[in-house]
């Protein structure tokens, strides 16, 4: 299934307590669970203004979609072409 990295624009998203970081969680996958299995969340990465997510879908849209009811921006949304990491230079 393809790869997307979404960039979420969230000023202060970084100073969020560790229960609010559950409930935007918990909201998330609530969102993930009506949409079905054709959408998986795999981890985020949360900077003090922004916020990284990489989801597994079939397409853009869906992704789009799920932003839309779970109420979180997705300024961009990008597909992964590849992953390279140090053991690539061997």
């Known amino acids: 299934m393809p790869q997307f990295v979404i960039e979420r624009e969230m000023p202060g998203v970084g100073q969020m307590t560790g229960e609010q970081l559950k409930g935007a969680s918990q909201?998330?996958?609530?969102?993930?669970?009506?949409?079905?299995?054709?959408?998986?969340?795999?981890?985020?990465?949360?900077?003090d203004d922004k916020i990284y997510c990489v989801y597994r879908a079939p397409d853009e849209g869906l992704i789009r979609k799920h932003?839309?009811?779970?109420?979180?921006?997705?300024?961009?949304i990008s597909q992964v072409r590849a992953t390279i990491d140090p053991t690539t230079a061997d």
Do not use: K, M
């Open 27 to 47: 909201g998330s996958c609530d969102v993930l669970r009506q949409l079905g299995p054709d959408i998986q969340w795999v981890h985020s990465y949360v900077t």
């Open 67 to 76: 932003a839309e009811i779970a109420g979180f921006p997705a300024n961009s």
